[in-house]
């Protein structure tokens, strides 16, 4: 199992910043893609940026984003931390929602069913 808590959200006015934080602990070892997710009332999960495991014997690590975040939001990992990263930028009060952090084994993903393993949540709040 995999348990995984989130830090980072809060208010912030459009054009801000902020920085996601989520940390993972139980087993951890071994490919562990990590992705960000968030959710509105009323809607469903959506996916914002997934990154993959970045122990291959090559070292590379791939992202993605969803096209509405790209080019504003970077997603980053410290291993030795066992944290994954979202840093948001350009902010707008589109991007509020509550934002979930996600894990599973193997291959980076980018869907909800993919993932065995999810936070509570961190809210985000853009005001205009």
């Known amino acids: 199992q995999v348990q995984l808590r989130e830090s980072g959200g809060g208010f912030v006015q459009a054009g801000g910043s902020l920085r996601l934080s989520c940390a993972a602990s139980?087993?951890?070892?071994?490919?562990?893609?990590m992705g960000w997710f968030r959710q509105t009332p009323g809607k469903e999960r959506e996916f914002v940026a997934s990154?993959?495991?970045?122990?291959?014997?090559?070292?590379?690590?791939?992202?993605y984003y969803a096209d509405s975040v790209r080019g504003r939001f970077s997603i980053f990992r410290d291993d030795a931390k066992n944290t994954v990263f979202l840093q948001m930028k350009s902010l707008e009060p589109e991007d509020t929602a509550a934002y979930y952090c996600?894990?599973?084994?193997?291959?980076?993903?980018?869907?909800?069913?993919?993932?065995?393993?999810w936070g509570q949540g961190t809210q985000v709040t853009v005001s205009s």
């Open positions: 996600a894990a599973r084994r193997g291959v980076i993903a980018t869907t909800v069913p993919a993932y065995d393993y």
């Open positions: 139980g087993s951890t070892s071994g490919p562990l893609a």
């Open positions: 990154i993959s495991w970045s122990g291959s014997s090559l070292n590379v690590v791939n992202t």
